[in-house]
């Protein structure tokens, strides 16, 4: 009997270790893909955030473009808007800045539309587009229009002398 006992506890031992593997595992695995698509997550709100600031500066850089930019812009904010809609995370930390993400996405629609709007009474004071039509009529450029207007306080563009 004692032989017989000692391989029932072998054998009992042996399916522990591979029942104890098995488990780390699964929540391996899970943590991973887990991981992973708090990865995806991310990526796809640093990209969606790139593609609104190319075309907010492309639509300050292209006048003939600006309605298709504002539609393009204006597409790909809702799209952002629904990835920063999705349910949050468990860890609380990540949640509050989840929350900053949808404060600072919902002021990036305030600051375009201001653009917009800036852009659209310089069409009608300039006749032409907002910014060039400025520098032809002898004001500093570009930068007396756009930099007070936004509020950009001691800030100083960068010219080639």
Known sequence: MRIFTFVIVCFLLAAGGMLGVLVGGVVAS?????????ERFAQNIRADAFQLASLASDYLLFPDSRDRIERQ????????????SRPGFADAE????LASLRRLHAKTRQWFLRVISMDDAARLEGGGNSAAGRSEKGDSGPD?????????RGFQPLRAK
């Open 144 to 152: 007396a229009f756009f930099y007070p207007a936004v509020g950009i």
């Open 73 to 84: 812009w204006a597409g790909k904010w809702q799209s952002l808007e629904k990835t920063l």
């Open 94 to 97: 990540k949640n509050s800045t």
């Open 30 to 38: 899970r943590s991973h893909h887990d991981a992973m698509a708090r």
